[in-house]
Structures are given as structure tokens and as C-alpha cells.
């Protein structure tokens, strides 16, 4: 009986012992000594105190004035060839309207001006059908979008598009019955 007794207290005992050793949390890359896997001893928070990230102060930002950029038209690119699928798109388009076919015309340069935006050459030839359409507010818009295009172009061809160009604004204002808007734009043909 008193091995009954002595054995009792002690299982009680090993299953506290081996209970409490569950509590304890081991850092994998902390050897039982304190000592971190590259040797340096390892500092571990009291397990009452919660655990704070290090304070970060924002650092100051100089004074940077925020510049809001002009607005400028795109710069221009003198293009002076076309290529050969505008070049066709663009002839098409014209057989297209000496047949009778505006729509399909205005399909033909509207490809050209997909594939190239800045071909002053498409935007004359849109400008002209929109005319034909009695489009005029589409057919000034597109001239003058040519234009922007253009630029200051000072060769032959240049000037002979600018005017072209010009021509198209006035006949749209003059659709429009803006006879004074259509004089000042023939003012602009050199």
C-alpha cells in the first residue's frame, strides 16, 4: 500500500513536469544557451512586455513645386513618303468617291489614319468627303487637325498641303455660314 501511495504523488508530479514543459516556445534559430546559429548571442523579449516595431519618422520632403506641363500640340514629324499601304488605301478611296461611295471612301482614309495618325494627306482627303457629306464642323475639325500635323513645312509640298488645308477650313465655314471665320481662314493661304 505504500508503493500505491508513493507512486500516485509521483506520476502526478512527471505529468505536471512534462505538462509545463509544453509551455516553453523554442526559437529555431536559438540554441538553448542563447546563442543565435551564427554564434551571437540572441536578446529575447520579457514575456510579460508586449513587443513594439521600432519607431519610423517620416523623413522630411523638400519643398518640390509641382510643374504642370503646357499643352503643345504633338511635335511634328515631316513625313515625306507615305507608306505603300496608306498610299493605297488612300487611291482607293478616291476611286471609291468618283464612283459615288462616300461611305466607303470615308472607310478607306479612315484605315490610312490608322495607320498613320499624321498623314496631312488623309486628314485633306477625310476633310474633302466630309465637305462632299455636308459634315462641316467634322470636316473644319479634320482640317485643322491636319494641319496641326503639317506644321510649318516650308517646301513646296508643304505649303501646297497648308494651303489645301486652309481652302478646306474656309469652304467648311462657309457651309456653316461663317462667312467672316471663312475670310479669316483664306487670310492663312500664302
Known amino acids: 500500500m505504500l508503493a500505491k501511495s508513493t507512486a500516485a504523488p509521483l506520476l502526478y508530479c512527471l505529468l ?7 509551455q516553453t516556445v523554442l526559437d529555431p534559430y536559438v540554441d538553448r544557451d542563447g546563442r543565435g546559429v551564427d554564434g551571437e548571442e540572441q536578446r529575447r523579449p520579457a514575456p510579460d512586455r508586449e513587443v513594439q516595431p521600432p519607431r519610423v519618422e517620416p523623413e522630411p520632403q523638400p519643398d518640390v513645386q509641382v510643374l504642370q ?28 468617291r468618283l464612283g459615288g461611295s462616300l461611305e466607303g471612301a470615308a ?9 498613320n ?12 468627303i466630309r465637305l462632299q457629306q455636308t459634315r462641316f464642323v467634322d470636316a473644319q475639325a479634320l482640317a485643322k487637325k491636319g494641319l496641326l500635323y503639317l506644321g510649318e513645312r516650308r517646301d513646296p509640298r508643304g505649303r501646297v498641303m497648308q494651303n489645301r488645308l486652309w481652302e478646306l477650313v474656309a469652304q467648311a465655314r462657309e457651309g456653316s455660314d461663317n462667312h ?3 475670310a479669316q481662314a483664306r487670310q492663312n493661304i500664302r
Do not use: F, K, T, W
Request: charged share 25%; aromatic share 2%.
Open 117 to 128: 495618325p499624321r498623314s496631312a494627306r488623309a486628314y485633306i482627303a477625310l476633310a474633302e
Open 69 to 96: 506641363p503646357e499643352h503643345r500640340p504633338p511635335p511634328v514629324v515631316e513625313n515625306r513618303r507615305e507608306s505603300a499601304a496608306v498610299l493605297a488605301l488612300l487611291d482607293s478611296a478616291d476611286q471609291q
Open 107 to 115: 472607310a478607306a482614309v479612315e484605315r490610312a489614319l490608322r495607320i
Open 180 to 182: 467672316q471665320g471663312a
Open 16 to 22: 505536471i513536469l512534462s505538462l509545463s514543459g509544453c
